[in-house]
């Protein structure tokens, strides 16, 4: 399993950008620095916290009102150097998913011309620092607005979270035969493996994987700032065949690649380590298209959930937690031990 994994993600990874040697402290500093440097006094004010400010682990991925720097107070200059620093934080692809729930965001504000239950804003995306970016440091850094909200947190100058990450998708797939974007899915992958997952199951094999009770309307784990261990659900990795270990892995892989490829590899090497008795994929809700379902991955440290129960299943939530390093929890925990005796 853990060949699989690895032989897949760097494969995935190799094609999208060229895999850096090790994670720069330098590259991530560098790029928030460009941003800040290129605010006013004002923008700052907006966009600067301290590092312990508890607004750092307040994150939300609902039409909120929200606190940092909206995207549409910025020059288009501006705009340019933020789009670096999403570049240098993510892959590609990440990239792209981010840049895509805006463009929803964007779709929606036309369909809808302010007649729906929410105020449709493409520009109300925030951007955050916490703490001073230098390369050694430790600071961090999130990106959030509505079905959209990436977290990084960087110690002595390494990337050691890029957790909470969630990105939502509304609707699921577009189908307008008007727009020119008809046909358009931004989460296609994690929705359609899932399924194809559960349905690649037997009889036997679905009785274990299917979580009792109704389906959730959510993704379970919500917003919380820290994940707990929660009790193993579904049928696990080892009880799989060949076909469904590698649809699994793949479906990791859509996840843990949306952070830089550095980053994604060592996650993975740590994913992959993972006993295949310690894994578990749950599932819940129907097995057709159009019917509403949830599906979570989950490990001792780690849990991937997919929610597309709303708008009659047209809408999609996704998200990544890390039980350790979510806001880089764990990793500061014994920073501060070692560093200070805290």
Not at 128 to 144: D, I, K, L
Not at 147 to 176: E, R, W, Y
Not at 218 to 224: A, F, L, M, R, Y
């Amino acid at each position: 399993m853990r060949k699989v994994l690895l032989f897949l993600l760097i494969a995935c990874l190799t094609q999208q950008t060229q895999v850096l040697a090790h994670i720069s402290g330098d590259e991530l500093s560098a790029a928030a620095n460009k941003v800040l440097n290129s605010l006013n006094e004002n923008q700052r004010a907006k966009a600067c916290f301290d590092f312990d400010n508890k607004e750092r682990t307040h994150w939300i991925y609902v039409p909120s009102v929200r606190l940092g720097l909206p995207i549409k107070e910025l020059t288009e200059a501006q705009q340019k150097l933020v789009q670096d620093l999403l570049a240098t934080s993510l892959s590609p692809v990440g990239k792209n998913k981010v840049l895509g729930v805006q463009l929803l965001e964007e779709y929606l504000r036309v369909k809808e011309q302010g007649k729906g239950q929410f105020v449709r804003d493409p520009g109300l995306y925030y951007i955050s620092f916490f703490g001073t970016p230098t390369a050694n440091g430790t600071w961090g850094w999130r990106w959030e607005g509505h079905h959209c909200s990436q977290n990084f947190t960087i110690v002595d100058g390494k990337l050691m979270g890029a957790t909470p990450s969630f990105i939502g998708s509304n609707p699921g797939k577009i189908t307008d035969e008007k727009s020119v974007d008809n046909g358009f899915e931004l989460l296609a992958f994690e929705d359609l493996r899932g399924r194809e997952l559960a349905r690649s199951l037997t009889p036997e094999q679905f009785k274990k994987a299917l979580i009792k009770g109704e389906t959730p309307k959510d993704v379970v784990s919500k917003n919380t700032p820290k994940l707990t261990p929660r009790s193993p659900q579904g049928i696990s990795l080892k009880e799989l065949s060949p076909e469904q270990k590698k649809i699994l892995g793949q479906i990791i892989i859509e996840y843990v690649g949306r952070a830089r490829p550095d980053f994604a590899i060592q996650e993975m090497k740590e994913i992959s380590a993972t006993s295949e008795d310690l894994i578990y994929f749950a599932w819940s809700g129907g097995l057709e298209v159009g019917q509403g379902h949830y599906y979570c991955i989950q490990g001792p440290t780690f849990l991937f959930e997919l929610d597309n129960t709303q708008n009659n299943a047209n809408h999609v939530h996704t998200v990544w937690r890390d039980l350790k390093k979510d806001f880089g929890y764990d990793v500061l925990a014994e920073h501060l031990n070692t560093a200070h005796g805290k």
